[in-house]
């Protein structure tokens, strides 16, 4: 039996790292099988049954080295990024590092879909990687790009969504265009701001290396040395969707992504995704990966939401 171990590190830096109410050491412990005491100085790591102390003392110096730079990570953060570690069969994963984010943690696929993804952006320029929330499907995409972009593979990252209003109109939002349509880019702004620092991420962005745009912004141009990603591509009409494809200049690649069951269209109209994903297949260099509920990265509570949503649908 592992014995447990004295983990140094300061008060300061403990409060940083732990998290509000100490989220990030409650989660390592679930992770991990450890148990983390934090009332005396440092931390005391006791290991319990499958624990895994290596991986623990790892995650744990990369998280106190981003503290040292002022910089914590939520809970929230820290289970998107380590996700499962196996698949609910017990098959494990193959490790397979991405990228390292502005926390300085690995990022890798978690999920056989995932894994299916990255082997696909290697081999193919046009990549649609379709199935239900949670999956991870947006996340290790803009991860692929900024790991292409940060490789100098890639001159610029262009992530563009459809502007679809779901609920509510546009033009009874306040402010400008950029203001109305802030909220549908949120999610990739999000994306980014996890795996770079500030900093970094602002220069991207004024040099125009990284662009997050609406759709509507991409037509009439051609994308050269791009990686390229379009996000809720289930909310854009055939139209909308070739208009998009043809944008692929040389040197390119791009990935759409999006979840047949969310689409916002309006009633009679055909979803871009589901129509190109059918054309389209079979075409050499295009692929196409299908993510299912055993993907599903999120609160273990969302996959049993999404079956009995599901469950409902058939018997309608």
Known sequence: MINEEHYHISDDLKRIVSGENETVFRLLESRFSVEIQTRLPGLRIKPRKGADMEGV????????????????????QL????????????????????????FGIAISAKT???????????????IFAKGPAGTGKTFLAVTLAVASLERHEAEKICLVRPAVEAGESLGFL????????APYLRPIHDSLSELLPAE????????????????????GRTLKRAFIILDEAQNT??????????????????????????????????????????????????????FTATDILRHHLVKDILDAYAQKEKKK
């Open 57 to 76: 003392l790892s995650v744990l110096d990369q998280l106190k080295m981003s503290a040292k730079h002022g910089d914590g990570m939520t809970a929230k």
């Open 79 to 102: 289970d998107r990024i380590l996700g499962p570690t196996v698949e609910p069969s017990g098959k494990a994963i193959p490790d397979m590092p991405i990228f390292r984010n502005r």
């Open 112 to 126: 056989p879909s995932q894994v299916e993804l990255v082997e696909a952006v290697e081999k193919n320029d046009v």
């Open 174 to 181: 306040p402010g400008d265009l950029k203001e109305k349509i």
């Open 200 to 219: 970094k991420l602002r220069r991207y962005e004024e040099s125009g290396a990284i662009e997050v745009a609406p759709l509507a912004y991409m037509r």
């Open 237 to 290: 009409t055939i139209a909308q969707m070739k208009m998009f494809l043809t944008r692929l200049g040389p040197h390119s690649k791009a990935i759409i992504t999006g979840d047949a069951t969310q689409v916002d269209l309006a009633a009679g109209q055909v979803s871009g995704l589901e129509h190109a994903m059918k054309i389209l297949k079979g075409i050499p260099g295009i692929a196409q990966v299908q």
